[in-house]
């Protein structure tokens, strides 16, 4: 899927991430080739905003993926 304006086309990747991003007025294409845009990285919350597990950076995000 594709949006398009006079300054941005923007791909959509079927689980709805960015598959591309081309500026018109830059002339090119400003996310990475082997890259995603706007993935999503959730990490585990036990519950207090405020304090993060010591151990949250070894448990690794997980990446949900998109509903109908």
Known sequence: DRL???RLAV???ADGTLAAVY???LG???LAPEGAG??????RDPG???DFQLD?????PV???LGA
């Not at 706007?38 to 990490?43: G, I």
């Not at 949250?56 to 690794?60: E, I, K, N």
């Open 56 to 60: 949250y950076a070894d448990q690794g």
């Open 11 to 13: 791909d959509f990747a």
């Open 63 to 65: 990446a949900p993926e």
């Open 23 to 25: 500026d018109k007025a």
């Open 28 to 30: 090119r294409h400003v």
């Open 4 to 6: 398009e304006n006079d």
């Open 48 to 50: 207090d905003a405020w």
């Open 38 to 43: 706007n993935r999503l990285a959730v990490y």
